[in-house]
C-alpha cells in the first residue's frame, strides 16, 4: 500500500514536477517573448520616431522652400518696375535660407536616390529663377510707370517658378505618402506587437493563474495595446496640429469637418468649434460647391486613397476667397470614413500670376509701340517688340528679332533728330524726340520717340528700350495751325508774320551772296469804295483777284505777301532799280485791267512804295518801313502813281515815327485834352448837348491839328486806347452836367479802326461803370461806312441795350441807305458839312440837305445840322425844319468851363418854342 502510495506520489510528484517544469518553461518563454515584445515596441518606436521626425523635418524644409518662393515672386512684383529686383525679391537672408534648406534636405534625402534626383533638379531650377525673375524686372523697367512687362520673359518666369512649385508638390506628396505608409506600419506593428506581447503575457501569467484572474490578465494586455497607440496617436496629433499648413479633415459623406490644425483656423479666420460647425462645402464659394460634390465622389469610388487636387477657391468664415493648392488621402478617422486634407494658402501667388497676366495684357494692348533691345559690344539688338510694334511699322516682330535697333525702325537718318537719338542711345542716357519714320510699304508717319536705358541693380546698362507713339494726326494738325498763323486765309498768301520770316531769310541770303533786293510796298486807292458800295463780298473777291494777278507777275524765290486790308508787299530778288520800277509799272497794268467783284466790274489803281537793299536799309523791318513811307507819300501825291524811297521821305518817316512815339505818350503825359462844341435845338434856341473832339498839345510838336494825328492814330492802331479815353473824359463831363441840366447829352466820335479792332460794346460798359453816368447822356457817333460793314449790327444792337444813343455821323458822304438806318433804330442823323456849306451857292446840295430833313421827320429820327457858319445857313436849316445845329456861327469848341457857362446861360434863357 505504502508503495502503491509511494509510487503515486511519486507519480504525483513527477507530475506535478512535469507540470512545474512545463508551466515553469512556458512561463520562462512567455517572459522572454513579452520581454523580446517590449524590446520590439521600444525598438519599433525608436525607429518610427527617427523615420517620422525625418519625414516631418523633411516636410518643414519643403514647406520652407515654398514660401520662400512665394514670398519671393511676391517682392518680385511689389518691385517689378523699379529695376531693383535683386535686392528686393532675392536678398541675402532669404538666399541663405534657401541654401541652408536645401543643404539640410541633401543629409535628409541622402538613402532615397529617387528624391536626391528631383532634389538635385529642384536645386538648379531654384538657381535659375532669379536670373529669370531679373529679366522679366529689367525689362518692366522700361516701360512708364511699370505698367508694361515683356511677356515672354514674364511667362518665362512664371513656368521656372512653376517648375519649382510642381517638384516641391512632387517632394512633399512623396513625403505625404510615406507618412501615410508609416501610420499604416505603425497600425500594423502596433496589432502584432500586441499579439506577441499578449502571448507572452498570457504565458507568463500561467505562473501568475493561481494569484490572479483571467479578467486582470485581459486588462494588462490591453492596457499595453493602448500604450502603444497612445504612443502613435500622440505623435500624429503632434505633427498634424504644429504642421504650418492648413489641414483638415471632413466625413466623405456629408462633408462635416472632423478636425482642423491651428493652421487651418488662423487660415479661415474661424475657431476649431467653428470649423466643426460646418461643412467642407461651405469652405467652397457657392457656384462651385455642385461640381465640387461630383468631385469628391469620383475619388471616393474610384479607390484612389489619395491625391492632389489642384488650385482651388477656398471662403474664409470672414467671407474672403483665397486660392489654396488642395492634396488629399482617404482614411478613417474617428468611426468615420473620411478625408484628410492639406490646403496650402497660394493666394499671393495666384494673384501675382494674374497681375502679370494683366500687366502682359496692358502691354499688348497699347497704341504704343514698344521695343526692347539688348546691349551688346557695343550695339542695340532688338530682343522683343510688342503687337503695337507690328500695327505701327508695318513691320512683323519675328522678322526685327536680332535686328538692329535704329535700322529696323526705319529711321530717317537725314533728320538730325535720328542723330541725336542715336547719340543718347550710345550715351546710356533718356532722350525724347520728335521722329519722321517709314513702314514697310514705304509710307511714311511722325512718331513722338522716347530712348531710354535699362540698369541692373549694379548701375550697368544691359537693355535699352524705345518707345514709339503715333503723333502723325497731332503733327498734321500743328501744321495747318501753323499755316493757318502764317497764311492769309482770303488769299493764301503768306500773311504779315509769315512776312517778316520771309524778308529775313531774303536778306540774309542776298547778304551773303552780295546781291540787291527790290522791296514794293502797294495799296488799293479805291477798295474802302467798293467794300462801301458792293459790299465785302464784293471786297473779298477783289482782294483774291489782285492776289492771284501779283502772284503771276512774280517768280521765285521772288514772292508775294497780304500786309493788311487791302496792302500787298512783293520782293523781287536781284533786281536793279530800272528793272524793279519796270515791274511794278507792270503791275499797275494788270491791277488796271476790269475785274468781277460780285455783279459788278471793278478796276483797281494801286499807289506803290519801292526800297531796294542795301541802299535804302540792311534789315527787313527797316526796308518794309522804308517801302511803306515811299508808299504813303505815293498816295498823297496821286492815285496810281510809284515813288521811290529818298531821302526827303526818311526825313518824313522819321517825323512821321517820332510823333508815333510822342502820340503814343500823350495820354501819360497829360498832354490830350478834350474841347466841347455845343449843339442847339432850333425849337427851343437852348443848348441841349455838346461834341467832344479831341486835341493834342504836344511839348514836341506844340499843338497838332486832329487831321495829322487822328489818321496818324488810326494808322498805328493807338486810336484804340485814345478813344476810350476820350470817352471816360467825355462820360464823367457828361455827369457834372448833368446835375445842372438832366438831359445833357454829350456826344463822342466812334472811329472806324477802334470800331473794327476792338470790342467798342464791352469798352462802353467798363468806361459807363467806372463813371457812374447815366447811359441817356451820352452820345455814339458812327460814320455810315461802319454801320454798313456785315458785322455792324450785332454791335450796334448791343450798343442799344446800354441806352447810350446812337447817331450817324457825316450823313449823305457815303452810300446812304434809309434800310439801314430804319434796321439800326438810331436816334440822330448828322448832315455832313459839305452839304451845309452848299445853301445859298448849289441848289443839288440845298436838295440834299431838304431831303434828309424830310427823311428825318417821315422815320422820326432827329437830324443835325454841322458845320453851320453862316446866318443864311441857319436860316435855310430853321425854315426847312432842321432839329439841331452846330458850327462856328453858333459856337467855338471851348474848355469844359465855358462849355458849363454855356449851358447855364442857355438853361437860364427864355425858350422860344
Not at 515683356?150 to 517638384?167: C, E, H, P, V
Not at 505815293?634 to 512821321?656: C, N, W
Amino acid at each position: 500500500m505504502f508503495h502503491l502510495r509511494l509510487r503515486t506520489l511519486i507519480s504525483w510528484s513527477r507530475r506535478r514536477f512535469a507540470t512545474t517544469l512545463v508551466l515553469a518553461t512556458l512561463s520562462a518563454s512567455g517572459l522572454c517573448l513579452a520581454a523580446l515584445a517590449a524590446v520590439s515596441i521600444t525598438v519599433d518606436r525608436d525607429i518610427g520616431e527617427r523615420e517620422l521626425r525625418r519625414a516631418l523635418d523633411v516636410g518643414s524644409e519643403l514647406e520652407l522652400l515654398v514660401d520662400l518662393h512665394l514670398a519671393a515672386n511676391t517682392d518680385f512684383l511689389k518691385g517689378v518696375g523699379s529695376a531693383t529686383f535683386e535686392s528686393r525679391a532675392w536678398p541675402i537672408a532669404r538666399a541663405v535660407m534657401v541654401a541652408r534648406a536645401y543643404n539640410h534636405l541633401d543629409a535628409l534625402l541622402a538613402d532615397s536616390p529617387a528624391a536626391a534626383e528631383k532634389l538635385a533638379e529642384l536645386r538648379r531650377l531654384s538657381g535659375e529663377w532669379p536670373k529669370a525673375l531679373q529679366d522679366a524686372a529689367a525689362n518692366v523697367a522700361l516701360a512708364s510707370h511699370g505698367t508694361a512687362v515683356d511677356s515672354g520673359r514674364l511667362l518665362l518666369a512664371n513656368a521656372s517658378l512653376k517648375s519649382i512649385m510642381d517638384i516641391l508638390a512632387l517632394l512633399r506628396s512623396d513625403e505625404r505618402e510615406l507618412i501615410a505608409s508609416m501610420q499604416e506600419k505603425a497600425q500594423s506593428q502596433i496589432l502584432k506587437q500586441r499579439i506577441a506581447l499578449i502571448v507572452g503575457l498570457a504565458a507568463g501569467m500561467l505562473l501568475l493563474a493561481f494569484a490572479a484572474s483571467s479578467r486582470h490578465r485581459s486588462a494588462l494586455a490591453k492596457n499595453a495595446a493602448r500604450i502603444v497607440a497612445d504612443e502613435a496617436q500622440k505623435r500624429f496629433s503632434q505633427y498634424f496640429d504644429q504642421h504650418p499648413v492648413a489641414m483638415l479633415i471632413f466625413d466623405v459623406g456629408n462633408g462635416a469637418i472632423l478636425t482642423a490644425n491651428a493652421a487651418a483656423q488662423r487660415q479661415y479666420r474661424a475657431t476649431l468649434e467653428q470649423l466643426n460647425a460646418l461643412t467642407i462645402f461651405d469652405l467652397r464659394p457657392a457656384e462651385e460647391v455642385a461640381n465640387f460634390r461630383l468631385d469628391l465622389a469620383g475619388y471616393v469610388q474610384s479607390g484612389a486613397g489619395s491625391g492632389a487636387g489642384g488650385i482651388r477657391r477656398h471662403r474664409r468664415l470672414d467671407g474672403d476667397v483665397i486660392f489654396v493648392d488642395v492634396s488629399f488621402h482617404l482614411l478613417s478617422f474617428g468611426g468615420h470614413e473620411a478625408c484628410f486634407i492639406t490646403a496650402h494658402d497660394v493666394t499671393a501667388h495666384e494673384n501675382a500670376k494674374e497681375q502679370l497676366h494683366l500687366r502682359s495684357r496692358a502691354l499688348e494692348a497699347t497704341r504704343d509701340a514698344i521695343v526692347i533691345s539688348h546691349l551688346s559690344c557695343g550695339s542695340h539688338r532688338i530682343t522683343y517688340a510688342n503687337t503695337a510694334f507690328e500695327r505701327l511699322t508695318g513691320r512683323r516682330v519675328a522678322d526685327v528679332l536680332g535686328a538692329q535697333t535704329q535700322a529696323a525702325l526705319g529711321w530717317d537718318r537725314a533728320m538730325p533728330e535720328t542723330g541725336s537719338l542715336t547719340h543718347a542711345m550710345r550715351g546710356n542716357v533718356e532722350a525724347s524726340r520728335l521722329l519722321k519714320m517709314s513702314r514697310s510699304n514705304g509710307s511714311t508717319f511722325w512718331s513722338d520717340t522716347y530712348v531710354g536705358p535699362i540698369l541692373d541693380d549694379h548701375g550697368r546698362v544691359t537693355h535699352s528700350i524705345t518707345v514709339l507713339s503715333d503723333v502723325t494726326e497731332r503733327v498734321r494738325h500743328q501744321e495747318q495751325l501753323k499755316r493757318q498763323a502764317l497764311e492769309d486765309p482770303l488769299t493764301g498768301l503768306p500773311n504779315r508774320l509769315a512776312l517778316g520770316e520771309l524778308f529775313d531769310h531774303a536778306v540774309r541770303i542776298a547778304r551773303r551772296n552780295g546781291d540787291r533786293l527790290g522791296f514794293i510796298f502797294l495799296d488799293l486807292d479805291n477798295f474802302k469804295d467798293v467794300n462801301d458800295s458792293l459790299g465785302h463780298a464784293a471786297g473779298d473777291d477783289v482782294l483774291r483777284e489782285v492776289s492771284r494777278r501779283l502772284e503771276s507777275s512774280v517768280t521765285p524765290p521772288g514772292f508775294v505777301a497780304r500786309y493788311a486790308g487791302d496792302e500787298f508787299v512783293v520782293l523781287l530778288p536781284g533786281r536793279s532799280q530800272d528793272e524793279c520800277l519796270a515791274h511794278a509799272r507792270q503791275i499797275a497794268t494788270l491791277l488796271a485791267q476790269p475785274m468781277k467783284a460780285a455783279d459788278a466790274t471793278v478796276v483797281s489803281v494801286a499807289s506803290m512804295g519801292v526800297a531796294f537793299f542795301p541802299d535804302h536799309g540792311s534789315d527787313a523791318e527797316t526796308l518794309l518801313r522804308a517801302a511803306d513811307a515811299a508808299m504813303y507819300r505815293s498816295k498823297s501825291l496821286h492815285a496810281g502813281s510809284i515813288q521811290v524811297f529818298d531821302p526827303e521821305i526818311a526825313a518824313a518817316e522819321t517825323a512821321r515815327s517820332a510823333m508815333v512815339k510822342a502820340l503814343g505818350l500823350a495820354i501819360a503825359k497829360n498832354e490830350l485834352f478834350v474841347l466841347y462844341q455845343p449843339k442847339i435845338c432850333l425849337r427851343t434856341r437852348r443848348v441841349e448837348g455838346f461834341e467832344a473832339l479831341l486835341r493834342w498839345q504836344s511839348k514836341e510838336f506844340g499843338l497838332v491839328n486832329p487831321a495829322q494825328f487822328i489818321p496818324l492814330a488810326e494808322s498805328t492802331g493807338l486810336i484804340v486806347q485814345i478813344g476810350e479815353w476820350v470817352l471816360e473824359q467825355a462820360c464823367r463831363q457828361a455827369g457834372e452836367w448833368a446835375r445842372l441840366s438832366p438831359f445833357v447829352v454829350v456826344a463822342v466820335n466812334v472811329s472806324p479802326v477802334q470800331f473794327e479792332r476792338s470790342d467798342v460794346p464791352a469798352m462802353v460798359a467798363r468806361v459807363l461803370e467806372r463813371s457812374r453816368v447815366d447811359p441817356r447822356n451820352i452820345e455814339l457817333e458812327i460814320t455810315e461806312s461802319t454801320l454798313m460793314a456785315p458785322g455792324a449790327l450785332p454791335s450796334l444792337q448791343a450798343l442799344r441795350r446800354l441806352d447810350v444813343s446812337i447817331a450817324i455821323d457825316d450823313f449823305g458822304t457815303g452810300f446812304s441807305s434809309l434800310g439801314y438806318v430804319r434796321s439800326f433804330m438810331v436816334d440822330r442823323v448828322k448832315l455832313d458839312m459839305s452839304f451845309v456849306r452848299g445853301i445859298g451857292c448849289s441848289r443839288a446840295d440845298e436838295v440834299i440837305v431838304k431831303a434828309v430833313i424830310a427823311m428825318g421827320q417821315a422815320l422820326d429820327i432827329r437830324v443835325v445840322a454841322e458845320g453851320v457858319e453862316t446866318a443864311d445857313q441857319l436860316d435855310y436849316l430853321i425854315d426847312n425844319g432842321c432839329d439841331e445845329v452846330q458850327g462856328f456861327w453858333l459856337g467855338c469848341p471851348m474848355r469844359p468851363e465855358l462849355a458849363e457857362i454855356s449851358l447855364m446861360q442857355s438853361a437860364l434863357a427864355p425858350s422860344v418854342a
